[in-house]
Structures are given as structure tokens and as C-alpha cells.
């Protein structure tokens, strides 16, 4: 789809969570401008160093379950491709369809991995097919976005990157620190928003996350910006009243612009496995979440866990995460996310 334009990596955007580094602030790098001193990589190439665990589980198992040429296909086999299956955490409903298509299809047949690494992708894109969305923008006015999730989940960094993100497309970024819980949480986003040339707005420690929300986006008004983006704190989707703290921060800024938040991410850790499915029920109910970035897919063997949160939540995953630094965001495409997931299971070189 991509709507913007991811190039190029740049490896010395990892901040450390606490420990703000001390890099010069980010009007070095302007909006649009190319990082020269990097190698650029492709879109697929990053997304297959990003999936490499859980690609490795699929292609490398699935061919070991293949001693020689190739193997019978019978209810042993099947088993043993159903517990490969399941390992991505797609899911039993996606690893069932998977088993029952190559059962239909080539029962008692001696048949090759590519066969079989055909029907998973086959499966897989006909199950992600429709989750493909870009960001819904502000047709006037910033358009507003708060960002979700459990504590850790990568909040703060995917709000980096999607900073990044704008300002390389030219976009003005207003940031909005509504995490006031740790004072490193401020810390944290004010390094990244230096250095990537983003405004910040921040309010007290303790103080509360809707009136920081409600500055950040007077401010982004006032200031012409094209984004705000809300850090939160991380909270459980079973503390309600943590929940209707998010509900304020929303009522608080569609009094500024009306149809914001535009968008409210919830951001998942792709190593949470099933607990991920939890959170894209709790926060969809509670916060009206409109969208995932699935971060940390670059740490987890279970990035096959996008296909159940986005079959059973009908919540689209909008971004992927691969990494630390600012450059590491994908918008989520099933077609490339499946490729890298898949290529190479043929001996090809990417
Ligand atoms: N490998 C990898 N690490 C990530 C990714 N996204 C975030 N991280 C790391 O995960 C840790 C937590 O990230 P934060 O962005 O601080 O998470 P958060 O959700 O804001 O955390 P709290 O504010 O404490 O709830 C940091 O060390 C990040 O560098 C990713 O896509 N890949
Ligand atoms: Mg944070």
C-alpha cells in the first residue's frame, strides 16, 4: 500500500528505555532526508531479518519434517505439521486449515516441503488478505493519534517511529507525553522527539494524562502541525479504572478537534503469544482501539499471532515492529509479511 516511505535503517536511533542518550537533537536530520551513511535495505529484506524466528520455526521445521526427497503424507505427518503450526501461534483455527488442506489435497501421497509451504501460505494470505489499512487522517486539523498498550509493549518506541515516519514524509509532529506515571517515561520521549525534530508537550509527573493530551493538541492546532501523537502510560486491560482514564483522554481531545482521536493504537508484543489476544479483546472494548502495531516481531518465533488477533477482533494490524530504532516500523502488508515469512523456503535467494 504504502502510503509513506520507509528506506533506510539507522542503527544509532536505539535509545536506551532510561538512559536518554546523548546524541544531537534530530534538526540534523530533516524531514525527507536520506540517512547517507546507512545501507539502504529493502521493505522485504528488513521484514525477513525482523521474521526471522518465526519464519525459521515454518520454513526450517517444516522442511525437517521431510527426511529425504519427500514424505508420505499421513496422520503421523499431519501431527507433526499441526505442532509446527501451532508454534507460530497462528492459531488452531489457522493451523486446522492448514492440516485439513494438505490432507484433502495430498493424503497418502509422497509429496515435497514446497507443497506443502504452499498451502501455509495459501492459508495464511487468503486469512490476513483483508487486514491491510493505512492510518485514517484528519481531513482537517492534526490528525490525532493515542497510543495503547500493556506496559512495556512498546509504546514509546513505535510512537518514535511513527514520528519518524511523518517527519520524513514532511509532516509536522506534535508529541504529547501523557505517560506522567515515571519520570523516565518523559525522559524518554523528549530524547526521541529531539532528535527527531518533533515538538513534545509534558505536564507535571503525577499530574493528569488528559490535560497533557488536551495541551498537546491545543498546541498542535495552534501550531499548524499535521500530527499529535499521545504517549499513555501502560496499563492492563482489566484495570478499569486505568481504562476510563484512556476514555477521558478521548472525550478531553474531540472537544479540540472533533473527529479525534483519529486513531487509537494499540500496541502489541509479539512475544506476549496468547496473552496478545487478551489485550486486543480488553482494549478494543475499553479504549475503542482502532488499530495494532504488532512491535517486537523481530524477538518473537510467534509472529504467527497476527492472524488470530486480526480474525477474532476484527481489529486491522496497521504496523509491525522489528526493531529499536526509529527506521524499524513496517506498515503491515499480508502479501510482504507472508513473502518474508516464506521466501527463501525454496532455495531462492531474496
Ligand atoms: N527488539 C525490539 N525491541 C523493541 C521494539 N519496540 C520496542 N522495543 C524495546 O522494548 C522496550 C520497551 O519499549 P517502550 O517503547 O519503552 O515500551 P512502552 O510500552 O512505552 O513501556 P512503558 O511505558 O513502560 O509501558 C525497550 O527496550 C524498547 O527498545 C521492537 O519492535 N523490537
Ligand atoms: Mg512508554
Request: charged content about 25%; proline content about 5%.
Amino acid at each position: 500500500m504504502g502510503i509513506f516511505n520507509f528506506g533506510r535503517k539507522d542503527p544509532k536511533d536505539q535509545p536506551s528505555k532510561d538512559q536518554p542518550s546523548k546524541d544531537s537533537p534530530a534538526a540534523s536530520t530533516p524531514a525527507g532526508s536520506a540517512d547517507s551513511a546507512e545501507k539502504p535495505r529493502g521493505l522485504l529484506d528488513r521484514l525477513k531479518a525482523g521474521l526471522a524466528k518465526t519464519a525459521q520455526v515454518l520454513r526450517t521445521d517444516v522442511r525437517d519434517l521431510f527426511k529425504r526427497e519427500g514424505r508420505l503424507v499421513d496422520e503421523d505427518f499431519l501431527e507433526e505439521l499441526r505442532g509446527i503450526l501451532v508454534r507460530t501461534d497462528m492459531g488452531p483455527a489457522a493451523a486446522e486449515a492448514i492440516v485439513d488442506d494438505v490432507r484433502d489435497r495430498l493424503r497418502a501421497r509422497v509429496v515435497d516441503p514446497e507443497v506443502v509451504l504452499d498451502s501455509i501460505r495459501t492459508q495464511l494470505l487468503a486469512r490476513l488478505r483483508n487486514t491491510e489499512a493505512g492510518l485514517t487522517m484528519a481531513v482537517s486539523g492534526p490528525t490525532v493519534i493515542l497510543v495503547t498498550g500493556v506496559n512495556g509493549s512498546g509504546k514509546t518506541t513505535s510512537i518514535a517511529k511513527l514520528a519518524r515516519m511523518f517527519t520524513r514524509d514532511g509532516k509536522r509532529v506534535v508529541l504529547g507525553a501523557g505517560d506522567t506515571f515515571r519520570a523516565a517515561a518523559v525522559e524518554q520521549l523528549t530524547m526521541w522527539a529531539d532528535r527527531l525534530g518533533a515538538e513534545i508537550v509534558r505536564g507535571p509527573q503525577g499530574s493528569d494524562p488528559a490535560s497533557v493530551a488536551h495541551k498537546a493538541v491545543a498546541r498542535a492546532v495552534e501550531a499548524g502541525a499535521d500530527v499529535c501523537i499521545v504517549d499513555t502510560a501502560g496499563r492492563l486491560q482489566t484495570q478499569s479504572n486505568l481504562m476510563q482514564e484512556l476514555s477521558k483522554i478521548r472525550r478531553v481531545v474531540a472537544k479540540l478537534v472533533p473527529e479525534a482521536p483519529h486513531e487509537v493504537l494499540l500496541v502489541i508484543d509479539a512475544t506476549a503469544g496468547q496473552n496478545a489476544l487478551s489485550q486486543a479483546k480488553g482494549f478494543k472494548e475499553a479504549a475503542g482501539c482502532t488499530g495494532i502495531v504488532l512491535s517486537k516481531l523481530d524477538g518473537s518465533a510467534r509472529g504467527g499471532v497476527i492472524v488470530p488477533v486480526t480474525e477474532q477482533f476484527g481489529l486491522p494490524v496497521k504496523f509491525v515492529g522489528l526493531g529499536e530504532g526509529a527506521d524499524d516500523l513496517e506498515p503491515f502488508s499480508p502479501e510482504r509479511f507472508v513473502a518474508a515469512l516464506l521466501e527463501g523456503a525454496f532455495g531462492a535467494e531474496a
